[in-house]
T-cell receptor, first 114, second 113 residues
Framework: QQKVQQSPESLTVSEGAMASLNCTFS??????FRWYRQHSAKGLEVLVS????GEKEEGRFTAHLNRANLHVSLHIREPQPSDSAVYLC??????????????FGQGTSLSVVP | GGIITQTPKFLIGQEGQKLTLKCQQN?????MYWYRQDSGKGLRLIYY???????QKGDLSEGYDASREKKSSFSLTVTSAQKNEMAVFLC????????????FGPGTRLTVL
């Protein structure tokens, strides 16, 4: 069964410094990777979706996927205090299943301090 | 664009009580989902529905029932609330099940006294 782990559990960065979040997954046949942001008491907002090895940029958010290493990362350029939230990695699309179930990591809590 | 509405925003119940959470979407999406989010943990799938009147169990379906009587709405019932049920329940929808983007509602926070 797919396992998704995120690190670090929490991260504090200064405004303007790069923030890097990591996610590892267990099933190398996965082909669908998403990073979500969740502000307190709100729903999930998708930031970046990536489906092949390499990089995908959406504004200040860049995802980097390396399926051979079972690793996907999120880099936030010039983070602002409004980026303080929980970031969730979600993986789906394993070859053994016809239903593309999203499996989530436990989240990284990001604080951006002025 | 569209929106997903979840009611109520906060739900307080007694242990053993039957509690119902509701979700509405106006995306005209076929597939809807219910997830549970515990503090410090990721989302776990409770039930999903591929189309109206369809129900599929997720990883965490024991202790829950679901109902999809209309394409636009999906209800979740906690059959007998337990103290360790305290969590946030998130509803989502997508055009289909084949890796499409899922759009999430704001959640219902459940507290069991």
């Amino acid at each position: 069964q797919q396992k998704v782990q995120q690190s670090p559990e929490s991260l504090t960065v200064s405004e303007g410094a790069m923030a890097s979040l990591n996610c590892t997954f267990s099933d190398g046949t996965s082909n669908n990777f998403r990073w979500y942001r969740q502000h307190s008491a709100k729903g999930l907002e998708v930031l970046v979706s990536i489906f092949s090895d390499g990089e995908k940029e959406e504004g200040r958010f860049t995802a980097h996927l390396n399926r051979a290493n079972l690793h996907v990362s999120l880099h936030i350029r010039e983070p602002q205090p409004s980026d303080s939230a929980v970031y969730l990695c979600a993986v789906s699309g394993i070859a053994s299943s016809s239903f593309s179930k999203l499996v989530f990591g436990q989240g990284t809590s990001l604080s951006v301090v002025p | 664009g569209g929106i997903i509405t979840q009611t109520p925003k906060f739900l307080i119940g007694q242990e053993g009580q039957k509690l119902t959470l509701k979700c509405q979407q106006n995306f005209n999406h076929d597939t809807m989902y219910w997830y549970r989010q515990d503090s410090g943990k990721g989302l776990r799938l409770i039930y999903y529905s591929i189309t109206e009147n369809d129900l599929q169990k997720g990883d965490l379906s024991e202790g829950y029932d679901a109902s999809r009587e209309k394409k636009s709405s999906f209800s979740l019932t906690v059959t007998s609330a337990q103290k360790n049920e305290m969590a946030v329940f998130l509803c989502a929808s997508s055009p289909g099940t084949g890796g499409y983007e899922q759009y999430f509602g704001p959640g219902t926070r459940l507290t069991v006294l």
